[in-house]
C-alpha cells in the first residue's frame, strides 16, 4: 500500500498536471485568438482548399440523410456511383456540428478550431506521461506554434481533426495496463484509421514504445496485434470501398498525373502488369523528389508549404537523434520518427500529385515528432523550471512573442495567399446567369465552391475533358449551366457535342470563360433580363 507521503505527492503531481494542461490550452486558444484577424473565422475560404467543399456538403447531406453522397461529381469516375475520396470519420464529425449547432461558415471551422487546442494538450499529457512535464509542455508550444497547424485550424479541412484521432489514440494506449496494451493496438487503430489510412501506421510508434518497455515479452503479442490489425483494417477499407470510398487509381500512377476530368481515358486504359507497375512506383518516386526539390530551391525565401514539410523532416531527424541520446532505449522517439518518415516515402512513391498532400504527413506525424525532440531540450527546461515562477512566466510569455509579432505582421499585410477568398466577380458573374439549383452546375473550381456551398444541395462537377466525357454526364445527370474556359472551347469541348446535349451559349465571365444553359435556364436567364430593363425604365 501506498503511504500517506506517497499519495500526497501523487496527488500533487496530478493537481500540477492538471494546471499545466490547463496553461496549454489557455494558450492554444490565446494563440486562435491572435490570429483570427488574419484568418477571419466567421467567414469560409474554401478557394485553394477545394476538398472543404466535399467535406461540407457530404458531410451535411449525412446529417440530414443518413447517407454519405458526394456532391461534388468527378467526370472520370461516373463509372462508380456515389464516389467519394475520403474515409467516413471527418464527415461524422461536420455532420455532428451541424445538426448540433447549425450552417453558418463558423461552425464548420469549429471542429477544427477545437482540434488545434486539445491536440496541444494531448501532446503535453503525452510528453508528461513518457518524459515529464517539462518535455509536455516543450512539446506544446513547439506544435502550437508550427504555422501549418495554425492555417488549417481555421478551415473545414479534415488533417486538424485527424491528427486529434491519433494522439487521443496513443494516449489511450498509454493508460492502459502495461501487460495487455498491446493486444488492444488493432481496436485503438481504427479511429484514426476511418479519418485517413495513414491513421494505420501509428501502430508503428506504438508497437515500438511497447517493445522498448516490456522487451522478448511483447513480441508475441505484438505478432497478434499486427495480425489483427492487417485483418480488421483491411476489412474496413474493404468495406469503404464497397460503399464509395475508392483507392487511388493505379491508372494515375502508370501515367503519371492525376486526371479528374477523363473518363475515356479510365476506359481505355489497360490494367498494368506487376512490372509496369514497379517501374511507375520507381519512375513515380524519382520525379515526386524533383519537384518536391525543384519547389524548395524555387522558394527557399517563402514560408511556404516545401519550406514547412522540410522542418517536419527536420523534427522527425530530432526524434530520431533523440533515441540515440536516450542510448537505443525510447521506442517512443524511434517510433515517431519512423512515423514521419514512413508516411512521407509512402506519399513520395505512390502519389502523382505530390505537391498537394505532403501536408497530410506532417500534420499527422507532426505532434508526435515535437514531443520526442522535446526531449533532447528536457536538461535546459529543467535548469530554468529550477530558476523560480518569476522567471518560467517569463520564458512562456516570451514564446508568445514572435506568434503575437507574427500576427499583427500578417493582419496589416492581409495578403491574398494567407487568407483565401474566391474573388467577388466570380461569385456575382453566377449569381447574375443563375442557375437552377435542381440540375447539375458544370465549371472550373473557381467558379463553382462557393456557389455550391451557398446554395446547397445544388451538385457541382467540372469541366469534362473531351466530348465522349460530357456526353456520358449528360446521360446521367440533368445539365443546368456549363461553363468552360473560352480556350477549351473547340479544343476539349466543341460547340456541335455542347448543342447536342442541349446547351445554349448564352454569354461570358469579364475572364473570358463561356456560359451554356439548357432551354429552361435560357428562357429565365431571358426573362429576368427583360424584368431588369423594364424596371430601368
Known amino acids: 500500500m501506498e503511504s500517506e507521503p506517497e499519495r500526497a505527492s501523487a496527488a500533487s503531481a496530478v493537481s500540477g498536471g492538471g494546471r499545466a494542461a490547463l496553461f496549454v490550452g489557455l494558450l492554444a486558444v490565446l494563440v486562435l485568438c491572435a490570429w483570427s484577424p488574419v484568418f477571419r473565422p466567421s467567414e469560409l475560404h474554401v478557394y485553394g482548399l477545394n476538398d472543404q467543399v466535399g467535406y461540407i456538403t457530404t458531410a451535411r447531406w449525412f446529417a440530414d440523410h443518413a447517407e454519405l453522397r458526394s ?12 464516389w467519394r475520396v475520403y474515409m467516413p470519420g471527418y464527415y461524422a464529425v461536420l455532420a455532428g456540428a451541424y ?21 496541444a494538450v494531448l501532446v503535453f499529457l503525452i510528453g508528461r506521461r513518457i518524459y515529464s512535464a517539462a518535455v509536455g509542455v516543450l512539446a506544446a508550444v513547439f506544435f502550437l506554434a508550427y504555422p501549418l497547424d495554425i492555417a488549417f485550424a481555421f478551415t473545414a479541412m479534415s488533417e486538424p481533426a485527424s491528427a486529434l484521432v491519433a494522439l487521443a489514440s496513443f494516449y489511450a494506449f498509454l493508460r492502459l495496463p502495461e501487460r495487455t496494451r498491446v493486444l488492444w493496438i488493432p481496436l485503438l487503430l481504427v479511429p484514426p484509421f476511418l479519418f485517413r489510412e495513414t491513421g494505420a501506421f501509428l501502430a508503428v510508434p506504438m508497437g515500438l514504445y511497447a517493445l522498448s518497455r516490456s522487451g522478448r515479452a511483447s513480441v508475441r503479442p505484438l505478432a497478434l496485434a499486427a495480425l489483427g490489425s492487417v485483418v480488421l483494417l483491411g476489412g474496413l477499407y ?7 470510398k475508392q483507392a487511388a487509381f493505379v491508372s494515375w500512377l502508370v501515367t503519371g498525373e492525376t486526371n479528374f476530368t477523363d473518363l475515356m481515358r479510365e476506359r481505355e486504359l489497360p490494367e498494368p502488369t506487376t512490372g509496369e507497375l514497379l517501374e511507375a512506383l520507381v519512375a513515380n518516386t524519382h520525379r515526386n523528389l524533383e519537384l518536391f526539390g525543384e519547389r524548395v530551391t524555387e522558394r527557399a525565401g517563402e514560408l511556404t508549404e516545401p519550406v514547412f514539410v522540410l522542418v517536419g523532416l527536420l523534427f522527425a531527424l530530432l526524434a530520431l537523434v533523440a533515441f540515440g541520446v536516450h542510448r537505443g532505449r525510447d521506442g517512443f522517439a524511434l517510433g515517431a520518427g519512423l512515423l514521419s518518415l514512413v508516411t512521407f516515402g509512402l506519399l513520395i512513391v505512390t502519389h502523382v500529385a505530390f505537391k498537394h498532400v505532403t501536408i497530410r504527413f506532417i500534420l499527422f506525424a507532426f505532434p508526435f515528432t515535437v514531443i520526442a525532440a522535446a526531449s533532447l531540450f528536457e536538461p535546459l527546461v529543467r535548469t530554468l523550471a529550477t ?3 518569476g522567471l518560467r512566466l517569463a520564458c512562456y510569455g516570451g514564446l508568445l512573442v514572435p506568434l503575437v509579432a507574427a500576427s499583427v505582421f500578417g493582419t496589416l499585410r492581409r495578403a491574398d495567399e494567407v487568407v483565401l477568398a ?23 473550381a473557381e467558379y ?10 445544388v451538385r457541382w462537377c467540372f469541366v469534362p475533358e473531351n466530348d465522349g466525357t460530357l456526353r456520358v454526364l ?10 468552360v474556359p473560352a480556350s ?4 476539349k469541348l466543341t460547340p456541335s457535342a455542347l448543342r447536342a446535349v442541349g446547351l445554349v451559349r448564352v454569354g461570358e465571365f469579364q475572364t473570358g470563360a463561356v456560359v451554356f444553359k439548357d432551354p429552361e435556364g435560357v428562357a429565365e436567364l431571358r426573362r429576368r433580363r427583360a424584368a431588369k430593363t423594364g424596371e430601368g425604365r
Open 448 to 457: 463553382g465552391i462557393t456557389y455550391t456551398l451557398r446554395h446547397y444541395p
Open 422 to 444: 474566391t474573388p467577388a466577380f466570380y461569385t456575382d458573374g453566377m449569381e447574375f446567369f443563375g442557375h437552377d439549383d435542381t440540375k447539375l452546375l458544370v465549371s472550373p
Open 238 to 244: 474493404k468495406w469503404q470501398t464497397t460503399t464509395g
Open 71 to 82: 456532391h461534388l461529381v468527378t467526370p472520370a469516375f461516373l463509372d462508380t456511383p456515389n
Open 387 to 389: 530558476r523560480g515562477r
Open 488 to 491: 477549351d472551347l473547340g479544343t
Open 99 to 119: 445538426r448540433l449547432l447549425g450552417s453558418a461558415d463558423i461552425v464548420w471551422i469549429l471542429p477544427s478550431l477545437a482540434s488545434y487546442v486539445l491536440s
Open 474 to 483: 449528360a446521360e446521367r445527370f440533368a445539365i443546368g449551366t456549363l461553363i
